[in-house]
């Protein structure tokens, strides 16, 4: 090593740093330097640019105290669609009492009015729904920027969500509508949930009990989220408008006592009784408790396990339809699947088959996931979900859905944590990560299943 220092010509160095004469002529050194300039430019303009977009985000607060959060991008920047998204976080238990209040709050409930509230916004351009599961409840609107049809929209909602008027009319629709099959994942979720407090009393829904429930859903706002570009103006009348409506709500604490207290129960439902030894069972319905979401790759492992899932369950000799929902904004995720079987010939034939293929439970054991196994099917799910990703990104819908169902401003993955991290986990997830996210995610041992003859 050090021969080879010394074997080379020492007055090199010397004449270098002691000659008086540049290195480079002024021509030459402004014809390098223009040259650099150029070739960087150049390749500027050749560098592919990101399939995903860079979001920006804005947050304030409402004079109430509601926390306000407001994402752009720069190709909305001349559209007028804006999504607002109201998060709240009540404290109960009885799914009839909150499909009631949602259901006659998306009913008649402006004051002196028999129209519903979207028959009142169609001819706005604008529209407005409404979702809930055992942790939170959302109302979303999906409103028009320009300003001929945005005032009037937003005079319209602070009207509504001000002071609405629960009518005996539209509770009467409702008790006739309501079917008690719509809440089985409510009644799996106290399957597969506890609280450790007392258990709440049933409550009978009435107009009162409504507009009691409307109150305390009120009391316990996470969040309002903006999706879409907006004008200057815009945003002083969404400010204003987002005050005066939220006058009288009050933000969510950060760790309700129910929730906090709540916990996954062991398996109590997967050794249901089979009503003969020829009898086989319609339908597999599977639960699986989560730990909670903390980074973008977490999510992006529970998308390709879940498009997993769907395909390998799909192609089973004895399983049909397959449906996955995925709970993950709450502070309890939690996974339900439902598969379908196809009837047999004869039974003895079908446990053969399924004890040789994949089953509901083996979906959650690494030995026994393709996508976990195989890296060439890895990579072809992963292909797959950044396609869908570079299509769906661009839109101010599927920010929102987002918003409420995945991230969670209180929790360990928020809005913003995802719009500043998302672009990097995507080109740098990789099947190890896929493989440490299940992992980390998975509480196999909450696993429960439900055999439906």
Known sequence: MWKSHTSRPSFLWFDMFNSKKPLFSRPALAAVMVLSTLIIWVLNLTAPDSPYPTPKIEKWQ?????????????KWANTNKLEVRFLFNTPSRLPELTDATLALLMADSLPLSTASINQRLAPLAAKVSSDYDYQSQTIALTLNSEPAYLMPTLTLISQWLTAPVFKARALDHWQRQFNQANHTQQTLEEHLF???????????????????????????????????????????????????????FAPAANDPSNLSAMTWQSAKLNKASQPSHLAFPKETQSILALNSLTSVKQWLSLQIWGADLINTLSHQGTLGYVRLNL???????????????????????????????????????????????????????????????????????????????????NGSLTLTQFANQYQNAIDTFNQDDYKNALNALFITSSYQEIQVY
């Open 62 to 74: 409402t004079h109430s105290g509601i926390p306000v959060i407001w994402l752009a991008q720069d």
């Open 194 to 248: 506890s609280v450790s407090s007392a258990p709440q009393q049933n409550t009978k829904v009435t107009q009162q009990t409504v507009s009691h429930y409307y109150q305390q859903l009120t009391q316990h706002t996470s969040a309002i989220f903006i999706i879409g570009g907006m004008s200057k103006q815009a945003q002083q009348s969404i400010k204003a408008s987002l005050n005066t409506l939220s006058e009288h």
């Open 327 to 409: 709970t993950l904004s709450g502070k309890h995720p939690w996974l339900y699947w439902r598969a379908q079987h196809s009837q047999p010939v004869l039974a003895t034939s079908t446990t053969n088959q399924d004890a040789k293929g994949v089953t509901a439970r083996s979906m959650i054991d690494a030995a026994s996931i393709p996508s976990v196994q195989d890296s060439a099917h890895f990579n072809a799910l992963l292909d797959q979900l950044k396609n869908q990703l570079a299509q769906r990104t661009l839109s101010p819908s599927w920010w929102s859905h987002l918003a409420a169902s995945v991230t969670q401003e």
